[in-house]
């Protein structure tokens, strides 16, 4: 069974609009994160986000903000007031506490399209 | 400040041929971490280290291995290169799990070909 879920293979978005990615995982382990990563056509991976299972208010990073639902198990990112630099691979992807390492396991990745 | 390096940036490889990807980091940060990504695949963890002189198998560890002789250094080998081994390999460094926040941060990829 997919750990991370991302059904959106590609959106598209107006300029200035905001946008939603979504994002679906399943644990069973209590104590897990959630993260957001960017990957513009340059190819490296970019840190945006992250979501603690455990953290009360969902995470904003400037006009990056998580729409944390934990009884859904949805992690979904909104980008507000998108720009063309936005146009990108957007990651969702999950630690979970396993042994003595915290492994990330990542989704297959939304391709965001930013038009004016 | 450098964060994550990796060498080489691209690389084509002949069937059966060895290479050794190195991975570099300058944060004091206690894991590494080799991915690869493939395409509508998402990143898949191959091997990792939790510290110098320590390492582990991820999810697609047959073929690869790996060595962590300095704190800062990780290095991915191919001892004999594959046509499925062509793919874009990231490397990664964590500062220690059991905090909050154990973000990953990532370098620019190594694109390996192999013919």
């Known amino acids: 069974a997919q750990k991370i879920t991302q059904t959106q293979p590609g959106m598209f978005v107006q300029e200035k609009e905001a946008v939603t990615l979504d994002c679906t995982y399943d644990?069973?382990?209590?104590?897990?994160?959630l993260f957001w990563y960017k990957q513009p056509s340059s190819g490296e991976m970019i840190f945006l986000i992250y979501?603690?299972?455990?953290?009360?208010q969902n995470a904003t990073e400037g006009r990056y903000s998580l729409n944390f639902q934990k009884a859904r198990k949805s992690a979904n990112l909104v980008i507000s007031a998108s720009q063309l630099g936005d146009s990108a691979m957007y990651f969702c992807?999950?630690?979970?506490?396993?042994?003595?390492?915290?492994?990330?396991?990542f989704g297959t990745g939304t391709r965001l399209q930013v038009t004016l | 400040n450098a964060g994550v390096t990796q060498t080489p940036k691209f690389r084509v490889l002949k069937t059966g041929q060895s290479m050794t990807l190195l991975c570099a980091q300058d944060m004091n940060h206690e894991y590494m971490y080799w991915y690869r990504q493939d395409p509508g695949m998402g990143l898949r963890l191959i091997h990792y280290?939790?510290?110098?002189?320590?390492?582990a198998k991820g999810e697609v560890p047959d073929g690869y291995n790996v060595s962590r002789l300095k704190k800062q250094n990780f290095l991915l080998g191919l001892e004999s290169a594959a046509p499925s081994q062509t793919s874009v390999y990231f490397c990664?460094?964590?500062?220690?799990?059991?905090?909050?926040?154990?973000?990953?941060?990532f370098g620019p990829g190594t694109r390996l070909t192999v013919l």
């Open positions: 990664a460094s964590s500062k220690r799990p059991g905090r909050s926040t154990d973000t990953q941060y």
């Open positions: 979501q603690g299972s455990y953290d009360q």
């Open positions: 644990t069973s382990d209590p104590s897990y994160g």
């Open positions: 992807a999950m630690r979970e506490n396993t042994g003595t390492a915290s492994k990330l396991t």
């Open positions: 280290s939790v510290g110098e002189g320590t390492t």
